[in-house]
């Protein structure tokens, strides 16, 4: 007697690819990966390693110089002013707690930071005298896990703001307030930011991962690059060249990075 074998139905196959998807875009999420057109990593290389004369440097932004730039400590926990080669011109009055981010506004000539210690936002003067400080309020995260880099976006003055980790968080305040928290899971953490007025795009550090991250201001990742920086904290990028400009918090150096 023959001994018929069943049929696999076309739905039970179909079902079985359904479940393979499923499976393997969930795998995607649980490991960090974020949606995006292309995962690419590109390299970057240094060009240019200056030593700085200040302890942990923790953020970096443009001045109101050309080739000038202010960066903050969380060793002093001041703020000062230095040219493109390292060199200190200026250290500002205000002293911190925990500083971990600057950033300059030309409209109203605003120096503002970030206090991780406090969670507050502070505002100062071209002067670096103190004329307002902000008691963040978002999710909850570990003491250690906070604020990190700042950004003004010079289209609007709305402030973007990072939370490190535990949770990864995209920040944006205006008029006092945070008015959007945006989840971050593309990097292990993030530590600085930089706003890109042509583009109307945002690009992010990671320390850990060694990496700078090209998003969109709704936090989607767009491209990565890659160096060999440690502790990288604090970020200027020259869009039209693609330099970068970077501060390592574990070795006191300024570092000047591109693509070729």
């Known amino acids: 007697m023959k001994i018929l074998k069943p049929h696999t139905s076309v739905s039970h196959k179909l079902l079985t690819l359904t479940i393979l998807i499923v ?10 990966e974020q949606d995006s057109p292309q995962n690419e990593v590109i390299n970057l290389q240094t060009n240019h390693t200056y030593s700085l004369a200040i302890k942990e440097p923790s953020g970096l932004c443009k001045a109101w110089n050309k080739n000038e730039f202010l960066i903050v400590s969380d060793h002093s926990n001041t703020v000062f002013r230095i040219n493109d ?6 250290e500002y009055p205000f002293v911190g707690s925990d500083l971990e981010g600057i950033s300059y506004q030309e409209k109203g000539k605003i120096i503002w930071l970030v206090d ?41 003055n709305h402030i973007f703001m990072l939370n490190e980790a535990s949770p990864g968080l995209l920040l944006e305040f205006f008029d006092g307030e945070i008015i959007r928290s945006i989840s971050l899971g593309f990097a292990p953490d993030y530590s600085g930011l930089f706003f890109d007025a042509k583009n109307n795009q945002l690009w992010i550090t990671s320390d850990e991962a060694k990496r700078i991250y090209q998003c969109n201001i709704d936090g989607k990742l767009l491209k990565t690059f890659q160096h060999t920086v440690n502790k990288a904290e604090g970020i200027i990028v ?23």
């Open 23 to 32: 499976v393997s875009l969930s795998c995607s999420k649980e490991s960090g």
């Open 85 to 90: 080669k390292g060199e200190i011109l200026q």
């Open 116 to 156: 991780e210690q406090q969670n507050k936002l502070i505002k100062l003067n071209k002067e670096g005298e103190l004329l307002l400080d902000y008691k963040l309020s978002y999710q909850s995260h570990p003491s250690n896990k906070g604020l990190e880099g700042i950004a003004v976006n010079t289209n609007n």
């Open 238 to 260: 020259n869009v039209e060249t693609l330099e970068f400009w970077i501060c390592s918090d574990s070795k006191d150096k300024l570092y000047m990075l591109s693509t070729q």
